[in-house]
C-alpha cells in the first residue's frame, strides 16, 4: 500500500502562534488527501479533504481559515492551524487513499499538537 | 448522531484464544466497511475490508462478518497475540468508488495477555 509521511511527529507551540504539518505520499500520486484530528479515546473526524491544485473540501464546522490546506502537488499537503489555541491541541492525520477492491486509505503517523 | 458505534470501549482476551471485535452501524446507504488497527502515537493501518455484497472476508488470522439486516459486523481474531493488542476502528462508507468520507468508529481497546 500506499507509505505517507508526516512531520513532524510532536510540536509544541504557544497561544497565537501558527504552526504547520506537512504530509507526504512517498510513493503514490494522491491527487486527494485527508486531514483527520482525533481527541484522546475519540473516533477520527474528518476535517477536509485536499485536493490538489484546487480548494480543500471543508467538513461542516471546521474553520477554513483557521485550518489551511495547501495540496500544491500530488505528493504534498499542508495543514496550517493558525493563531493556535489550547483547544486547538490534538492529534492531527492525515491519509491518501488507494483503490483496491473498495477504496482504502493509508495514513500518516500523526502529528501531536500541544498549544500552551 | 453517531452513524458508527463500537459499543465496547475496551477488550481483554488470552492469548490464543479468540478476540471479536463488534460494530453496528445505521446508515443503510453506508455498503463497503474497514476495520483498522491503531498503535498509541501513529496512525492507524488498514486491517481488513468487505463489501456488502459478501458476509465474510478472511485474511490468515483475521475475519470480518457482516449481518446487513441487523446492520452489524465483527471482527474476529483467532489466535488472538500480544502483538494484536491495540485500538481497532471500525469505519463505513457509501460506494465502492467514494469520495473518501469513511465514518469511524470510537474504537475498542484490544487487551491480548500472554
Known amino acids: 500500500g500506499a507509505v505517507v509521511s508526516q512531520h513532524p511527529s510532536w510540536v509544541i507551540c504557544k497561544s497565537g502562534t501558527s504552526v504547520k504539518i506537512e504530509c507526504r505520499s512517498l510513493d503514490f500520486q494522491a491527487t486527494t488527501m485527508f486531514w483527520y484530528r482525533q481527541f484522546p479515546k475519540q473516533s477520527l473526524m474528518l476535517m477536509a479533504t485536499?485536493?490538489?491544485?484546487?480548494?480543500?473540501?471543508?467538513e461542516q464546522g471546521v474553520e477554513k481559515d483557521k485550518f489551511l490546506i495547501n495540496h500544491a502537488s500530488l505528493t504534498l499537503s499542508t495543514l496550517t492551524v493558525t493563531s493556535a489555541h489550547p483547544e486547538d491541541s490534538s492529534f492531527y492525520i492525515c491519509?491518501?487513499?488507494?483503490?483496491?477492491?473498495?477504496?482504502?486509505?493509508?495514513f500518516g503517523a500523526g502529528t501531536r499538537l500541544s498549544v500552551l | 448522531d453517531q452513524q458508527v458505534k463500537q459499543n465496547s470501549p475496551s477488550l481483554s482476551v488470552q492469548e490464543g484464544r479468540i478476540s471479536i471485535l463488534n460494530c453496528d452501524y445505521t446508515?443503510?446507504?453506508?455498503?463497503?466497511f474497514l476495520w483498522y488497527k491503531k498503535y498509541p502515537a501513529e496512525g492507524p493501518t488498514f486491517l481488513i475490508s468487505i463489501s456488502s455484497i459478501k458476509d465474510k472476508n478472511e485474511d490468515g488470522r483475521f475475519t470480518v462478518f457482516l449481518n446487513k439486516s441487523a446492520k452489524h459486523l465483527s471482527l474476529h481474531i483467532v489466535p488472538s497475540q500480544p502483538g494484536d493488542s491495540a485500538v481497532y476502528f471500525c469505519?463505513?462508507?457509501?460506494?465502492?468508488?467514494?469520495?473518501?468520507?469513511?465514518?469511524f468508529g470510537d474504537g475498542t481497546t484490544l487487551t491480548v495477555k500472554p
Open positions: 485536499s485536493n490538489e491544485g484546487s480548494k480543500a473540501t471543508y
Open positions: 491519509s491518501v487513499k488507494q483503490g483496491r477492491e473498495v477504496d482504502i486509505q493509508y
Open positions: 446508515n443503510s446507504m453506508f455498503d463497503y
Open positions: 469505519a463505513a462508507g457509501e460506494g465502492v468508488r467514494w469520495a473518501g468520507k469513511s465514518t
